[in-house]
């Protein structure tokens, strides 16, 4: 009875063990490739008005690690209202099909999905903008 219990007991130890190498494995593949130029519009959701600004991101993409710039402009100011837009380094990473990006200054960051040409998500400055980008051709 204590042997059945003891196989028992290492058969469940080796299933969780082997849950949780599966969630760690799908958080740092690399399964998309954001190099390139994308290009399209962030918002403010629920604003009273349409606040729009266009976005533009250069990418270069070396395994995980993703580097490029950042340059917004349209409607508003991205930045503080006395400034005009301008374009910012970015740093970032690539995880399963998530790009996660910090502007070098610390004022930007985001935390997009990619899909194909297409990446969408959430650009945090000052306040949160959805965003939709595509990859130009």
Known sequence: MKSTA???????LVLVGGCAGTDWIDRTLVTVDVTG???GRAYIAHATTDVLIDVRLVLEQDGPK?????TPSGSIPWRVS???PTEGRVDGTV????FAFREANGHISGHLTVNGDEMSGEIVEQVAYYVVLR???
């Open 6 to 12: 003891r196989v028992l007991t290492a058969a469940l």
């Open 66 to 70: 993703v580097k490029g710039s950042i």
């Open 95 to 98: 995880a399963g099909d998530v």
């Open 37 to 39: 130029v994308w290009s």
């Open 82 to 84: 006395d400034r005009p």
């Open 135 to 137: 990859r130009a051709r």
